[in-house]
C-alpha cells in the first residue's frame, strides 16, 4: 500500500465493495505497511505473501486459492496477473481471474522497459491474457491501447472507470486548513495547486515554463505537491526562470485535499496517464482544472474539454493561456461536482460486480 493511485483506488474499490454486504475482501501484498496502510477499509482482511518473483509466484498464489478458496482476484501488475492466471492452470481451481491495467500500455513499453522486454511483454500479455475472465482497462483509451498493444479479442478486454469515495474527499478537504500559507484565504494573488510524483511522466517542466509566462502577465503563484527522483531538475529550472518567489516544491503532503479545494485552479501537465484520479478528486471539491489531453483520462473526465482547458501534450502556451482563461472564466461548481458523481464508488462497484456475475465467478 504506497503512495501510488492504485493503493488508493484499490482502497476505495474494497470499501465499495464491502458496503454491498455482498462479498468479502482480502488483500494479498507482497508485504504489509507503506503510507496508504490506514486506507485499507474496516472489515477487509489482509494477506501478506512475501516478495514474489514470477518463478515463485504460481506456487505461492496456487497455495492460496486451496487455503483461502477466493471466487475473484483482481490484479494490478502483468507479473502478478501471469502468476494469478498461470495459478489457476496449477491448482485447477475455479476462480475469476480478472487482470487490471491502470496505466498507456504502449507509452508505458517506450518510456520505462528495455527494447527485449519491449518486444516479449506484449506477446506475453495477449498470450496469457486470453485465459484471463477479462483484462480490465481504467478507462476507454486504456481499454482500446492495450487491445491494439496486445492484439487481444475486443471481447476479453471491458472499461471500468477507478471508483472514488467522494464523500470521504469532501470530508477530509475540510478536516484540516490548506498545508501551505500561499493558500491561506487572504491571500493577495491567485494560487495554483499541481500534484503527482515528481517524475518524467508528470512533465512539470513544461508546467513550470507555462508558469513563467503566466507570471510575466499577471500575479499568481504555483504550489507542486509530491516528492520524486525529479526534484533536483526541477529546482534548477525553478532558478533558471526566475520563479522562486512563485513556484514552491512542497513535497509529499498525505491529505492533499484541503490544498485542492483551497486553489484557484488545479492542473495536471502529464505526458501520459490512464485514468488521472487526482483530476477526479479536483472534479468533486468542485475546483477548476487545466490539464494536457494526455492519453489517457483527461479528455473523458473533462467531458471533452466542456469542464476545463484542455491542451496539446508539452505545449507550455497553450498550457499557459488555459491557465488564464481557468482563473478568468471559471466552470460552473455544481457541473464539476455533478460530473464527479460519475465516479462515485457505489456506482463503479456495481460494475464490477456485474462483470464478475456476467463470467459466472459470483
Known sequence: MSGGGISRTRAALAKGLLETEQVRVEFVLEKGGGVLQDLIPEGASVHIVGPMRLRQSVGILAAYYRQRQPAVILTSKELHAFAAILARWVSRDKIGVFPTLHGDFAMRLAKNRSRFEGLWLPRAVGLLYRSA??????????????????????????????????????????????????????????????????????????????????????????????????????????????????????????????????????????????????????????????????????????????????????????????ICTALDRPVGTERLRLRAEDFAAARITEQYLDLFRAHGAL
Not at 529550472?237 to 512563485?246: D, F, I, K, N
Not at 502529464?270 to 478528486?281: R, T, Y
Open 133 to 322: 475472465d477479462a483484462a480490465i482497462g481504467v478507462s476507454d483509451g486504456v481499454a482500446d491501447g492495450l487491445i491494439s498493444a496486445t492484439g487481444l479479442p475486443q471481447d476479453k478486454v471491458v472499461a471500468i472507470h477507478n471508483p472514488f469515495n467522494l464523500d470521504a474527499i469532501r470530508a477530509q478537504a475540510i478536516e484540516a486548513a490548506p498545508s501551505h500559507p500561499w493558500l491561506a484565504p487572504d491571500r493577495d494573488r491567485p494560487c495554483l495547486v499541481a500534484a503527482g510524483r515528481l517524475a518524467v511522466q508528470k512533465d512539470y517542466g513544461t508546467l513550470l515554463r507555462a508558469m513563467a509566462r503566466v507570471v510575466a502577465h499577471r500575479p499568481a503563484r504555483l504550489v507542486i505537491l509530491g516528492e520524486g527522483v525529479e526534484r533536483g531538475i526541477l529546482e534548477e529550472q525553478v532558478r533558471a526562470l526566475g520563479l522562486q518567489e512563485h513556484v514552491s516544491m512542497a513535497g509529499f503532503v498525505s491529505n492533499p485535499f484541503p490544498d485542492i479545494a483551497a486553489a484557484d485552479a488545479f492542473v495536471l501537465s502529464s505526458l501520459w496517464e490512464g485514468l488521472p484520479g487526482v483530476l477526479i478528486q479536483a472534479l468533486a471539491l468542485g475546483s477548476q482544472i487545466v490539464s494536457t489531453d494526455c492519453p489517457h483520462g483527461p479528455r473523458e473526465i473533462l467531458s471533452k474539454g466542456t469542464l476545463g482547458g484542455l491542451v496539446p501534450v508539452g505545449d507550455d502556451i497553450a498550457l499557459a493561456k488555459a
